[in-house]
């Protein structure tokens, strides 16, 4: 399933009115059940590149799970999920 910058925009918005990250991270599968979608801490990522968008209290990268491992990706349309990390200070 391809990504399009207005899916991801959706997705972010959606992340960032949750009450959490966890609660939107459920939210967010039951809207887009062919996505795969995870919640981090910032510090789980250390030496990742940058994310693919960065908001107020998260960034959100962009995975690939087509192979055997999963890897970060900075292009939508081999995205297969959507990874958020809540950042502890803004």
Do not use: K
């Amino acid at each position: 399933m391809a990504l399009i910058p207005a899916d991801l925009d959706g997705i972010a918005a959606l992340a960032a009115a949750g009450a959490n990250l966890r609660t939107s991270v459920a939210e967010l599968r039951r809207q887009h059940p062919g996505l795969s979608f995870t919640c981090c801490d910032e510090s789980d990522l250390s030496g990742a590149p940058q994310p693919y968008q960065s908001h107020t209290g998260f960034d959100l990268y962009l995975v690939d799970g087509s192979g055997h491992c999963w890897e970060l990706t900075a292009d939508p349309q081999v995205a297969t999920g959507v990874l958020l990390a809540e950042r502890r200070h803004g």
